[in-house]
């Protein structure tokens, strides 16, 4: 057995073409543990690319995926030992907020702690598990219950687990499909009218140049005014109202246009950095 080195969790994210979430993931994931480690399963895009890019380890998984073959591959790789390993399989249904619930998995008790999707049966509580057909969510794994994991067969079932293991196998429920609202993005139109205006490099013009006019006028009629109203009454306050209220609009369209301009140029070199393809 390998000496413990001073990682008290590791997390290895499994997962294959996630390259939309892989960064964040991550990221998040650093917040929480000491060490992360993402485990390819034959991405076709940029996935792996992008973890190297945020310096995250990357071993490339080749086998079968499930709880046996991982143990054996996390325990025949060059990895220093860490205390406990909290291997999450990243999939269509997994959502970040989900992490939470892992990671307390993780910080209990538990040898061995695997969490998996199946349908329901009668006989589940009769029957023991065969592990190697198991459809992993999660497995949490300390030295002692790596190394059981890894010493058993393919076909090696629950029972066949050392006895002096603190394990535990729950069946994980399912993700409920819940109806939600649409984002900003998507309902309203003033959002898309905005990532429109970025995505053609329009706010100079939509708003700097209309901008730049009620301001000059605002200014110029607003030394005129001033020098022409003798006395104060409801026309005068209100013609005097008006003019600083253009000359303000101008002012804060020209700012506006200004902010536009450099969010779109922003958005540009990020594009240009991750070579994502830009809209035309």
Not at 71 to 92: G, N, Q
């Amino acid at each position: 057995m390998r000496c413990v080195a001073d990682i008290p969790l590791r997390i290895v994210l499994v997962g294959k073409d996630i390259e939309l979430r892989v960064v964040s993931l991550i990221v998040r994931a650093r917040e929480i543990a000491d060490d992360v480690v993402f485990l390819d399963l034959g991405s076709n895009d940029t996935t792996v690319e992008l973890t190297e890019e945020v310096g995250c380890q990357t071993l490339h998984f080749n086998s079968v995926f499930d709880a046996v073959h991982l143990a054996k591959f996390l325990r025949a790789s060059p990895l220093d030992a860490a205390s406990t390993t909290l291997a999450i399989h990243i999939t269509d249904g997994w959502k970040l907020q989900d992490i939470s619930l892992s990671i307390n998995r993780a910080r209990e008790l538990w040898d061995l702690h695997i969490s998996h999707q199946a349908e329901p049966t009668g006989d589940e509580q009769e029957a023991p598990l065969v592990l190697s057909e198991l459809e992993i969510r999660h497995v949490v794994m300390t030295e002692a219950g790596m190394d059981a994991m890894a010493s058993i067969s393919i076909e090696g079932t629950s029972d066949e687990l050392e006895e002096g293991l603190r394990v535990r196998i729950v069946r994980g429920s399912h993700n409920v499909n819940i109806h939600q609202r649409e984002s900003l993005a998507t309902a309203s139109k003033f959002a898309q009218l905005f990532y429109w205006m970025l995505e053609s490099k329009h706010p100079l013009l939509l708003f700097g140049i209309p901008g730049v006019v009620l301001f000059i006028l605002g200014y110029r009629l607003s030394g005129n005014i001033v020098g022409a109203l003798e006395e104060i009454n409801s026309t005068s306050i209100g013609v005097t109202l008006a003019t600083i209220a253009m000359t303000l609009i101008g002012l804060f369209s020209i700012m506006v246009a200004l902010i536009l301009y450099i969010m779109g140029k922003q958005v540009e070199q990020i594009q240009s950095q991750y070579d994502w393809p830009s809209r035309t």
